[in-house]
C-alpha cells in the first residue's frame, strides 16, 4: 500500500487553497451559548424491511450543525458499518439523504471519496479500519467493521433536513441465506439532527497569525480521524479538535534553533479560558518534550505514555450545561488553576508548551460533552470573533518535517476579514483580539 505520511502535532495514544466567503448567517443558528441539551429524535421516519448485508451504526451524538470559516454550515458525523454475513461485502456508494424524501440526495461519497491508496489528503479515504486506519479497498471481509467520516454542507439550516437516511449501494449478500455476492441497494439509519444550541465561546489565544492545524473537516489529518475504542464503544472526543500553532509575521514556527522550545512562536504563550467556568480536571509537572521527537514514535517515550497523560499538562473546565473546554500540552508548572476553582472568560489558565505526546509546541484545544478526555463526545462550537486571515495550503503542512520548518503564509488574504461566529476550519490563519 502506497505510504502515507502527514505531520502529527500529537495522536491518540490509542491506536485547498485559500476560498474567498461570505459569512454564515447568525439568526440561522441557535445563538444561546448556555441552553440545556434538547433531546432529538428520529421516529416518524422508518426504513423499509430489507435484508440488509452491511449494518450501519452512528458513532457518537447526533449531528450539530456549524458555520465554519468557508461561509457554509457544516454537518459532521461517523458511521460503523458491520458485514454481518458470511461472505464479502463491498461499499460502492454511501449517499445521505433526506428521511422525509430519501429521492433527494443530501451528500454522495463513492470512489476516491471512500478508498484511495493513492491519495494522502484531501476528499479521499473516508472509508477506514478499525479504529481509524488506511485500507486498500472498500471491500468489507465477512463479520468486519469499518468506520466512514461523513461531512457535507448546506447553505442554511432550512436546507437541511431535520432527519437524515443512509443509502448503502455496493455488493453483498442478498439473503439469509447469504450465498454469493449480489448487488445491493437500500436505506438504514435513520439520523436525527441535533437542536442543542451551538456552544459560542470565546478565543483561547490571543495575537496574530495563529493557524488552525488539525482542525476540521479534513480526513487525511487529525484529528477528524482519532476514532478510538474505549470503554466498550467506538468514540471519537477529538472530531472538532484544533491545534492552534503561531507563526512569525514571515510564516515561519520557530526561528533560531529548532531543536530548542524556546525558538518556537508561540511557546509560553497565554492559555485563556474561553468562558465562565469552573475546573474540573487538572495534569500539571510533566516535563517538556524535546522539538521534532514525537514521544509515541519512539520506544523508551512510548512506554512512559498514559491515558493519564498522553495530552501533557492539561486543564478541563466545565463552563456549563453539559459542556466542557479541555487545553492540552501546557508547560510545567504554568498551570495557574486548581481543581474547584472557579474563572472568568478571558483568565489565563496556563502557558502554552509541548508536553505529553506531542512533537512541537501547541495548544490543542476542543470541546466536549463530558468532563472524560477519553469518554466525552466531541462538540463543534463557534468563535465571538476573530479575524479570518486565509488558508494555509495542506500540503504545506503534510510535506513539512517534524519541527514544522519552512514558511507557511503563503495562503494570507491581502487583508484580514472579521468573522463572528464561525468555527475556524482546518489550516485557516487567523489574528485574535
Known amino acids: 500500500m502506497t505510504s502515507r505520511r502527514v505531520f502529527r502535532l500529537a495522536i491518540p495514544l490509542i491506536a485547498a487553497g485559500a476560498v474567498l466567503v461570505v459569512g454564515c448567517s447568525a439568526a440561522a443558528l441557535p445563538d444561546a451559548t448556555n441552553a440545556p441539551p434538547v433531546e432529538v429524535s428520529a421516529a416518524g421516519v422508518t426504513v423499509p424491511d430489507a435484508f440488509t448485508a452491511v449494518t450501519v451504526a452512528t458513532i457518537g451524538a447526533p449531528p450539530l450543525p456549524f458555520p465554519g470559516t468557508d461561509g457554509r454550515l457544516h454537518v459532521v458525523y461517523d458511521l460503523q458499518l458491520t458485514n454481518a454475513t458470511q461472505v464479502p461485502a463491498a461499499v460502492d456508494r454511501i449517499d445521505v439523504v433526506d428521511g422525509a424524501d430519501p429521492e433527494r440526495t443530501i451528500a454522495s461519497f463513492s470512489g476516491a471519496a471512500l478508498v484511495d491508496p493513492s491519495c494522502t489528503f484531501g476528499e479521499c479515504n473516508r472509508l477506514r479500519g478499525l479504529p481509524a486506519g488506511y485500507i486498500d479497498s472498500a471491500v468489507i471481509p465477512p463479520q468486519t467493521s469499518r468506520v466512514v467520516f461523513i461531512d457535507f454542507t448546506v447553505d442554511s439550516l432550512d436546507s437541511l433536513p431535520p432527519v437524515l437516511l443512509h443509502r448503502i449501494a455496493g455488493t453483498g449478500a442478498l439473503s439469509p441465506a447469504f450465498g454469493e455476492p449480489g448487488a445491493m441497494e437500500y436505506l438504514a439509519t435513520p439520523l436525527a439532527i441535533s437542536r442543542r444550541a451551538l456552544p459560542v465561546i470565546a478565543p483561547p489565544v490571543r495575537g496574530d497569525d495563529w493557524i488552525a492545524l488539525n482542525g476540521c473537516c479534513e480526513p487525511g489529518f487529525p ?67 524535546a522539538p521534532g521527537v514525537l514521544p509515541a514514535h519512539d520506544p523508551e517515550l512510548a512506554a512512559k505514555l498514559t491515558v493519564e497523560n498522553v495530552d501533557g499538562n492539561h486543564v478541563v473546565l466545565d463552563i456549563g450545561d453539559g459542556v466542557y473546554a479541555m487545553y492540552a500540552h501546557l508547560i510545567a508548572g504554568s498551570v495557574t488553576v ?17 508536553t505529553g505526546n506531542a512533537n512541537a509546541s501547541h495548544l490543542h484545544f476542543q470541546l466536549m460533552d463530558g468532563p472524560s478526555l477519553l469518554d466525552s463526545d466531541s462538540l463543534p462550537y463557534a468563535l465571538t470573533g476573530f479575524d479570518y486571515g486565509g488558508q494555509v495550503a495542506p500540503e504545506l503542512i503534510a510535506d513539512a518535517d517534524d519541527y514544522l520548518t519552512g514558511t507557511f503564509l503563503q495562503g494570507a488574504l491581502p487583508r484580514p476579514e472579521a468573522r463572528t461566529r464561525q468555527l475556524p476550519l482546518g489550516f485557516a490563519i487567523v489574528d485574535f483580539p
Open 338 to 354: 486548581e481543581i474547584g476553582d472557579t474563572v472568568t472568560a478571558g483568565q489565563v489558565l496556563g502557558h502554552l508548551g509541548n
Open 223 to 289: 484529528h477528524r480521524s482519532s476514532v478510538m475504542s474505549v470503554n466498550g464503544k467506538l468514540n471519537n472526543s477529538q472530531r472538532f479538535a484544533i491545534d492552534w500553532k503561531r507563526t512569525n509575521a514571515a510564516g515561519a514556527f520557530y526561528s533560531g534553533d529548532k531543536t530548542s522550545n524556546d525558538s518556537y512562536i508561540d511557546y509560553g504563550a497565554d492559555i485563556l479560558a474561553v468562558a465562565d467556568g469552573t475546573v474540573v480536571s487538572i495534569l500539571d509537572g510533566m516535563a517538556a518534550n
